[in-house]
Structure formats: structure tokens, C-alpha cells
């Protein structure tokens, strides 16, 4: 408690407190995809990184994969024009 | 959300102009070249798109900046401004003290409810602490500009960063199955 203290930024409204830190870790936890409705307490800090890793992987797999679809479309249309004029005007 | 629906529209703007930048200079590209690009666009429209700049995102056009193939891209999306955005410094002067603190409340947390056997706990403290050491490093890596960052803000920009991504997710999926039903449309009229 008292390193806490003796240890003090120079900017005081900057204080973080232990519980702040709790706080932080659960509210990364509410921000991921689950199944179950009541996020519980009970998952450990590394569970909640774990997750979070898992999450980000796969969010950057579907933008890989979009990127892929769109880019597959794209050189669809380059072919036939009469159809791309629409597609074009959405995307170009 | 006020601001998810805004941060939508932004990077939808933003992305936008830079498929047109991007696919219609050189029409002669292969699949590989044109979907990097795509994807390129997609990350600098999320990254610019953000304002007040985070940290994440200024790791992210600063990468992006480093290679010379996609400058004309960068530059034509960033705009003039040439100089990052501005970024809210409060972090890097208490990363030391968060830094304690954050050990600390994973040691509680790892402590609490195993006080009955103090070789147990001992045990379990020391695999917590390392399984946590290892997923922080991989979420540094993960999270671009997150190998320099204590773990305190390393959260809090995993947290910016899934946001945004799934900002960017769901705009390029609206975008890419709308033009899909409609070449699908057209192709089906043409075989008819």
C-alpha cells in the first residue's frame, strides 16, 4: 500500500488504483464473443488474453478472407463491362 | 453506438477512396496484388479513421509508410497531413508504476481461493505468472505498435484495436456480399 503511494505520478488525476486494473482486465472480457450470456468472474487473467488473441486472430483471418473475395470480384468484372458498370459505380 | 456508427462511416469513406486510388491505376494485377491492396486500404482507412489517434493506429500508418510500393496510396488517403496525429501522452509517464500494480493484482487474483495449501499455491502463482508473461507477448505482437507498450496500455489499445476490427469486419462484409449478389445477379440474367 504504501509503495503504492510513495511512487505517485507527477499528474495526480492519473492514479491508478488496483481495482482500476481488475476493472480493465473485466472489461476486455465483456468485449469478447461468448456463448454465455453472464460473463463470469471466474476466468483468470491469462484466460481472458488468450481469448482476446484467439479473437483478434480471427479477425484479421476474415479481413483476409474479404480482401480475398473482393479482390476475386473485382478481377471478375475487369472482363465483362456491361454488367460491371453497377459494381463499379458501388465500389470505384 | 454514436461513435461505432460514425467510426463506420469514416472508414467507409475512407476505404472507398482508396479502392478507386488502388484499382483503377493499374488494371493489369494479379489476384495477390490487388487483394494486398485492398486489405492495405482497409487498415490505413481504420487507422486514419480514428480520431483522436491512438496508438495502434499510428504503429500501423507508420509500418505501412515504411514500404515505398504503397507511399502513393498512403499519402493520397492520409491526406496533407504528412505528421502523425497527435496522441494522448498521460500513458508513458505512470507505465512504471502501472506496471507494478498490474503484477500485483495478478498475483491476488491468482492467489485468491487457494489459501488451504501454500505448496499449491506457490505452484500455481509461478504457472499463472509465466502463462501470463506468454500470452502478453503474443498479444504484443498481435496488436501493431504493441512491442513497445507496458502491459497496462497494451490492454486498453487490445481493446481500441478489437473494436475497431470489428468495425472494419463488418463494413467490408456488407460490402463484399452486396457486390457479390449483384455480379451473381447480373451473371444469372446473362446465362438466362
Known amino acids: ?92 | 453506438m454514436h461513435t461505432s456508427s460514425t467510426l463506420k462511416k469514416e472508414f467507409l469513406k475512407k476505404w472507398i477512396k482508396g479502392l478507386q486510388i488502388c484499382c483503377s491505376s493499374n488494371k493489369k494485377m494479379d489476384l495477390m496484388e490487388r487483394k494486398k491492396k485492398i486489405k492495405l486500404s482497409a487498415d490505413i482507412a481504420m487507422a486514419s479513421a480514428k480520431n483522436p489517434a491512438t496508438s495502434w493506429s499510428n504503429a500501423l500508418i507508420s509500418e505501412a509508410k515504411k514500404n515505398k510500393q504503397d507511399t502513393i496510396l498512403v499519402n493520397s488517403l492520409l491526406g496533407t497531413e504528412s505528421d502523425l496525429k497527435p496522441q494522448k501522452n498521460t500513458d508513458r509517464i505512470i507505465s512504471v508504476h502501472k506496471r507494478v500494480q498490474y503484477k500485483k493484482i495478478l498475483k491476488r487474483s491468482c492467489n485468491a481461493g487457494k489459501r488451504m495449501n501454500k505448496k499449491k499455491n506457490l505452484v500455481a502463482t509461478i504457472l499463472a505468472k509465466r502463462l501470463v508473461k506468454k500470452r502478453t507477448k503474443v498479444l504484443k505482437r498481435l496488436v501493431p505498435g504493441g512491442e513497445s507498450m507496458n502491459e497496462f496500455s497494451l490492454i486498453k489499445e487490445a481493446m481500441d484495436y478489437m473494436l475497431s476490427l470489428k468495425v472494419q469486419v463488418d463494413v467490408m462484409r456488407s460490402v463484399v456480399t452486396a457486390a457479390e449478389v449483384l455480379s451473381e445477379d447480373k451473371l444469372m440474367k446473362l446465362v438466362e
Open chain 1, 1 to 92: 500500500m504504501s509503495s503504492r503511494r510513495s511512487r505517485q505520478s507527477s499528474s495526480g488525476a492519473s492514479r491508478i488504483t488496483d481495482d482500476q486494473i481488475i476493472q480493465l482486465i473485466s472489461k476486455l472480457q465483456q468485449l469478447l464473443p461468448g456463448t454465455r450470456i453472464q460473463r463470469s468472474n471466474k476466468s483468470s487473467a491469462s484466460k481472458v488474453l488468450q481469448e482476446t488473441c484467439t479473437y483478434v486472430r480471427s479477425l484479421h483471418r476474415e479481413v483476409d478472407d474479404l480482401s480475398d473475395r473482393l479482390s476475386q470480384l473485382l478481377s471478375t468484372i475487369d472482363a465483362d463491362s456491361p454488367e460491371a458498370s453497377i459494381i463499379r459505380s458501388l465500389i470505384m
